[in-house]
Every structure is written in C-alpha cells, then in structure tokens.
C-alpha cells in the first residue's frame, strides 16, 4: 500500500525566512509526484509535478526536489501570500493500474508573518 | 477557460437523508475523480471514472456511496441514508487521460450531516 508522510505538520516563518517542507513516500513504482496548494474552503491547486529521481522543478519563490525516496518543496523568502495548506501526493503502479490514483499526505500547513 | 465546478458549494442535512454532490469537469477531461477531505485529514480516494465507466470504486467507504458520470462529462456523488460520520469536503477533479497527468481540483462540496 502507498504511503506518505509529510512533515512539519504546521510550519511558521518571518516573511524572507526560507525554509523547506518534506514529503517522504513508499510506493510500488512511482509513476509521478505531485505538490499542490489548498487555500481554506478551496480545493487543490496544482503546483508541480516530478517524475524522476533528481528532478527539479521552479515557480516563483518555490523549488520542488525529488529523490527515491522523498521530496521537498523549498520556500525561499517567502511572502504573507504563500501562507497555505501545501499537500503532496503521489501516483504509482500499485495493483497493476494504469490510472491516476492520487495518495495523498496530510499535508503542511504553513503560515507566513508580516 | 472553465475550470472545474461543484455544486452545490455547501450542504446541510439531516441523518438518513439522501444527497447528490455534482461535478462538472474540464471540457475535454476523459478522466474523473472523487476524494473525501475530513477536517485536518488529508484527500482519500472515493472513485475515478474513465468517459463513463468507473474501473476503481475500491475509495467508497459503504454501499450508501454511489456515483455516475453521463455524456463523459457531468458526475453525480450519491449518498443515502447519510450519517453523521459522512460530515466532510467532497471534492472532485478531472484530468486530461487517467494515465500521469496532472489532476485539476473542483472547490468542493462541504457536507454537514446533523
């Protein structure tokens, strides 16, 4: 069974004060992993996806790493706005499917002051 | 363009009634997804529809929970006989195909069973 643990559970920053939030998983074949960012009473919003050990990828003031066995979504100088829930998730063969699955981790949440 | 839609955004119901959660895709999205957020828990996986059949309902919690998609687009989250413990954010998504790519998030339904 797939699993993944993300950790801190809640993270508190300075506003520029970088950090990095962890996402480790086991799985049976990892096809994809996914980092997302749900505001309060909004649904997920997608940020990136990763499909190889040593990939990375940016967007603005974040930058998600992935190795075999966890990723990482780094925050550099983060602002007020980054302030969200951030879940990631992963898609793998897992029973032989050919479909998208998500796990999903119980996410971190992240608050950034002014 | 349209993104994902859900309706109704908020619903109240007494034990033992019956609900349908609605779920408008992506035009274009062959694949569709429901996942359940229960307060401070992660995205569990309810069932993936492919057009319009359903490979995986191994998400539904009982035979209370029910789904169809029709026209490979609209679906439809049935729940009878609601209890208390089916409080929570039903949240839908659809994606491009079923296979890697990307899973775009609705902005839920939030249940409340009383």
């Known amino acids: 069974e797939d699993q993944v643990t993300q950790s801190p559970e809640a993270l508190r920053l300075q506003e520029g004060e970088s950090s990095s939030l962890n996402c480790s998983y086991t799985?049976?074949?990892?096809?994809?992993l996914f980092w997302y960012r749900q505001d309060p009473g909004k649904g997920p919003e997608f940020l990136f996806t990763?499909?190889?050990a040593g990939e990375e990828k940016e967007k603005e003031r974040l930058k998600a790493t992935l190795t075999k066995k966890e990723s990482f979504l780094h925050i550099t100088a983060p602002k007020p706005e980054d302030s969200a829930t951030y879940l990631c998730?992963?898609?793998?063969?897992?029973?032989?499917?050919?479909?998208?699955?998500?796990?999903f981790g119980q996410g971190t949440i992240l608050t950034v002051h002014p | 363009g349209a993104g994902v839609s859900q309706s109704p955004s908020n619903k109240v119901t007494e034990k033992g009634k019956d609900v349908e959660l609605r779920c408008d895709p992506i035009s274009g999205h062959t694949a569709l997804y429901w996942y359940r957020q229960r307060l401070g828990q992660g995205l569990e996986f309810l069932i993936y529809?492919?057009?319009?059949?359903?490979?995986?309902k191994s998400g539904l919690p009982s035979d209370r929970f029910s789904a169809e998609r029709t026209g490979e687009s609209v679906s439809t989250l049935t729940i009878q006989r609601t209890q208390q413990e089916d409080s929570a954010v039903y949240l839908c998504a659809s994606s491009y195909s079923g296979i890697n790519n990307e899973q775009f998030f609705g902005p839920g339904t939030r249940l409340t069973v009383l």
């Open positions: 998730a992963v898609l793998s063969n897992a029973g032989g499917t050919s479909y998208g699955k998500l796990t």
């Open positions: 529809f492919q057009g319009n059949s359903a490979p995986d």
């Open positions: 990763l499909y190889s």
């Open positions: 799985v049976s074949g990892l096809r994809g």
